[in-house]
């Protein structure tokens, strides 16, 4: 079965690739990202990858005005969404007596809230049509194991909630033929890896990265986007008819070690 699919944080990284592999497979693809121009860029490129229609739109995920809006002109433009990725999100660490509360709402509220608007969002449009549906959200391994460097208080708590989220979201759309899965991506080369930085800086920590990633990820490496994407690709298609609730850890093996070796 074809699907019409949507996707937050579409722009960039893991949801630009999502956008690209369901293209690739004849999709139909909405892009909303809180850039307009870049989820524009990512259509564009859909569009030239295969896709059966495209559409994109800015939208803020922590805006439930905006996004009840776009999935209805996405619905208009591409026919009824079947499928969504949940890929927005941000990440701002500071030690923990550091931590402003400000930052910890801002991380909280576009990595949570916005994973909890945008499945409702779908979960209602879908409900609203009559048909069953698959939605993915992105979980980060800091869900279940704290970062070595640590400074990651309001990421995990992030995702610890969005992986709890996805637990109760499965039980709820169930009954709807509507299934709710993680991805949990490991170290994915993106640009959230290096926010903020540009030019020699950059490249710096992308060495720095590529480094560690070799000493300390059993796979020696970090994951290319698209190796997120496909695994989210599998959760939205009907291959995956029989698994909700669950999550599908693509990260080099990262959370099956224990740093400490003795
Ligand atoms: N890159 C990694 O190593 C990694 C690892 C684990 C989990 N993740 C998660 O994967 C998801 C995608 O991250 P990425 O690495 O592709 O990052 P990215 O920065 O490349 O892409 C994130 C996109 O989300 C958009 N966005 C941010 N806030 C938004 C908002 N309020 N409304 C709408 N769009 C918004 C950004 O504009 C950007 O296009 C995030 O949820 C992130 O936490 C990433």
């Not at 909890?116 to 209602?124: E, G, I, K, P």
């Not at 994407?229 to 698994?243: C, I, K, N």
Request: with cysteine; aromatic share 6%.
């Amino acid at each position: 079965m074809t699907r019409t699919i949507l996707i937050t944080g579409g722009g960039s990284g893991i949801g630009r690739a999502t956008a690209f592999e369901a293209a690739r497979r004849g999709w139909a693809v909405g892009i909303l990202d809180r850039d307009g121009e870049s989820a524009e860029r990512a259509a564009a490129e859909a569009r030239r990858m295969g896709a059966r229609r495209v559409w994109s739109a800015a939208s803020d995920v922590t805006d439930e005005r905006e996004l009840v809006d776009a999935f209805g002109a996405a619905s208009t433009a591409l026919g009824p969404v079947d499928g969504v990725t949940a890929s927005a999100g941000i990440e701002v660490n500071a030690p923990l007596p550091r931590m402003s509360l400000d930052t910890w709402r801002r991380v909280l509220d576009v990595n949570l809230t916005g994973t909890f608007l945008t499945v409702r969002t779908a979960a209602q449009a879908l409900q609203d049509a009559g048909r069953p549906g698959s939605v993915v959200c992105v979980s980060s391994p800091s869900a279940f194991v704290g970062f070595a460097g640590g400074s990651n208080s309001a990421y995990g708590a992030s995702k610890g909630g969005v992986s709890a989220f996805v637990r109760a979201a499965a039980i709820d759309l169930a009954p709807h033929g509507i299934r709710v899965n993680a991805v949990v991506p490991g170290a994915t080369d993106t640009p959230m890896l290096y926010f903020g930085l540009d030019g020699d800086e950059l490249e710096a920590e992308r060495a720095r990265l590529r480094d560690a990633a070799a000493r300390q990820i059993p796979l020696g490496r970090m994951a290319d986007p698209a190796e997120i994407a496909r695994a989210a690709v599998w959760l939205l298609s009907d291959d995956a008819s029989y698994v909700t609730g669950s999550h599908l850890v693509c990260d080099g093996g990262l959370t099956a070690k224990s740093a400490n070796d003795f």
